[in-house]
């Protein structure tokens, strides 16, 4: 059973730092996409980052410069290094794997909640 | 205001059908794959149509979807109360070099 699990939410003030995790099993993790979503409060989905089976990533233009993705094969783990953060990240974040397939994400964690806030 | 333009609710009765409708330009559902999820209340999302029209296993054949040009439509039919969600449609920009989603259709079941 495919399961992704984030962590590292949390509250921080403008400005600050915050690295989400998202530890995948169930699946052979090194040979999938992974991309990082978004929602604000009352709000729509955002997509924020992606990160290639082989490595090259993507980003929105709204974080470019400030989040950096990355990944951990050995440890099935994903990564979103926030930096630089505004009250305007504040969102739940998901971890979400990419089908096999050219489009779409089949599975989603149950998401982290991130508030920038002073 | 989002890259794909969806209605922001759409209605209709329980065991009737329902379209949601998703446009775009040529640099995202005019040269890509789309896809739709279905986002209850406080719950992740979950994917119902890859790749246009595929329908993931588990998702019940009452879950359609279609592309046409620039824009794509999600069709649920034998609506149920448990279908009340906000959808969203998704695809790659190729310009922007991004997926893009649309801005959610909240769906109520009268």
């Known amino acids: 059973e495919v399961q992704l699990l984030e962590s590292g939410g949390g509250l921080v003030q403008p400005g600050g730092s915050l690295r989400l995790s998202c530890t995948a099993s169930?699946?052979?993790?090194?040979?999938?996409?992974m991309s990082w979503v978004r929602q604000a409060p009352g709000k729509g989905l955002e997509w924020v980052s992606a990160?290639?089976?082989?490595?090259?990533?993507y980003y929105a233009e709204s974080v470019k410069g400030r989040f950096t993705i990355s990944r951990d094969n050995s440890k099935n783990t994903l990564y979103l290094q926030m930096n630089s953060l505004r009250a305007e990240d504040t969102a739940i974040y998901y971890c979400?794997?990419?089908?096999?397939?050219?489009?779409?994400?089949?599975?989603w964690g149950q998401g982290t909640l991130v508030t920038v806030s002073s | 205001q989002s890259v794909l333009t969806q209605p922001p609710s759409v209605s209709a009765a329980a065991g009737q059908k329902v379209t949601i409708s998703c446009s775009g330009s040529?640099?995202?559902?005019?040269?890509?794959?789309i896809s739709w999820y279905q986002q209850l209340p406080g719950i992740a999302p979950k994917l119902l149509i890859y790749?246009?029209?595929k329908r993931p296993s588990g998702i019940p054949d009452r879950f359609s979807g279609s592309k046409s040009g620039t824009s794509a439509t999600l069709g649920i039919t034998g609506l149920q109360t448990g279908d009340e969600a906000d959808y969203y449609c998704?695809?790659?920009?190729?310009?922007?070099?991004?997926?893009?989603f649309g801005g959610g259709t909240k769906l109520t079941v009268l």
């Open positions: 979400a794997k990419r089908t096999s397939s050219s489009s779409g994400w089949d599975h």
């Open positions: 169930g699946f052979t993790f090194s040979s999938y996409a």
């Open positions: 990160i290639a089976s082989g490595g090259n990533t």
């Open positions: 040529s640099s995202n559902i005019g040269n890509n794959h």
């Open positions: 790749d246009n029209n």
């Open positions: 998704v695809t790659w920009d190729s310009s922007l070099s991004a997926w893009v």
